[in-house]
């Protein structure tokens, strides 16, 4: 058992202070509506339960990085976003300061659009990114 306590203390002292359960759970969510899923979709393709995604969503519960690797794939979102998301990485270009807010995050916090523009805005800046720098 004191094996075990010392995991769980080694993973929190590995996260970066930017951690916040409710930024990952929003952006999990977001993530959900854009892929037009429900919880009970995501839950099923990434092999999780729906109340545990459901506490995840709402930022009750801290997800391993199996489960968030699982959540990326059924998400079609890079491991590594949400790995920073949940305080696991982070950016290098600030040595060490909190990561850069994501712009999808940003997009999506902003109560001021409604969930039509937000997800436009999104796959707009999505198409940007795909098409590179020319």
């Known amino acids: 058992m004191a094996n075990r306590k010392s ?6 002292d590995n996260r970066t202070e930017a951690f916040d359960r409710s930024a990952l759970g929003h952006f999990i ?3 959900r509506k854009l892929a037009k899923l429900s919880q009970r979709e995501l839950a099923r ?3 999780l339960s729906d109340p545990y995604v459901s506490q995840i969503e709402r930022g009750k519960h801290d997800p391993s990085i199996r489960v968030l690797k699982s959540l990326s ?3 079609n979102v890079r491991a590594d976003t949400l790995l920073a998301y949940a305080g696991w990485l982070q950016d290098e270009d600030t040595d060490g300061a909190s990561p850069r807010p994501n ?4 997009i999506m916090s902003d109560h001021r659009l409604t969930t039509d523009q ?3 805005l999104v796959s707009t800046y999505r198409a940007f990114l795909a098409g590179g720098s020319e």
């Open 7 to 12: 995991n769980i203390e080694d993973r929190t």
């Open 29 to 31: 969510r977001s993530q």
């Open 45 to 47: 393709l990434a092999d």
């Open 73 to 75: 794939k059924a998400l």
């Open 103 to 106: 712009v999808e995050v940003s």
């Open 118 to 120: 937000q997800n436009a």
